[in-house]
């Protein structure tokens, strides 16, 4: 079996069978995304507790390959720190994003997305997760500045 077959498979498993899939009561953050150009639509939960990632949960309403990467970000997400998963996903991005970039080994879980950066109409479909994720991180940097300038 070659590695494009068994990446296929992979993201048909995630796709069919998402990972951390739901909403959760009361998260930390939250961030809606939506791809216009195929109707994708994702809504993305996230629980800390203080600044790792305790909880990601993920809905989306698309097509597999937006599914399956809404699924393995989630994977990729759970344990790590705000700060590490933020670098996770700016890497990701300049990776895919970037046809001549070497993967990282930081990368290696995501390696059946990275097979799709020949499909340049489905990139927006891989990102759509991982740019809630961003909207996430930002809202999480803005509620540490506050917290910094006005400490209780």
């Known amino acids: 079996m070659s590695s494009e077959e068994i ?3 992979v993201i048909l498993d995630h796709a069919r069978h998402p990972r951390n899939r739901g909403n959760l009561e009361d998260p930390d953050f ?20 203080q600044d790792l990632i305790e ?4 809905l989306v309403r698309g097509c597999s ?6 699924s393995m970000m989630s994977e990729e997400l759970m344990g790590k720190s705000m700060e590490n998963a933020a670098a996770l996903s700016g890497i ?29 109409s489905r990139l927006k479909c891989v990102s759509l ?19 910094q300038h006005h400490p209780e």
Request: charge should be positive; include cysteine; charged fraction near 30%.
């Open 7 to 9: 990446y296929k498979g």
């Open 129 to 147: 997760a991982w740019n809630a994720f961003d909207e996430c991180v930002e809202k999480f940097q803005r509620q540490l500045r506050k917290q």
């Open 30 to 49: 939250e961030a809606k995304a939506y791809n216009p150009l195929c109707g994708d639509e994702l809504v993305l939960h996230l629980r800390l507790k």
């Open 92 to 120: 990701f991005q300049k990776v895919l994003h970037q046809k001549d970039s070497e993967d990282s080994e930081t990368l290696e879980n995501l390696r059946p997305l990275m097979n799709l950066r020949s499909h340049k």
């Open 55 to 58: 909880d990601c949960r993920t």
């Open 65 to 70: 390959i937006c599914q399956a990467s809404a």
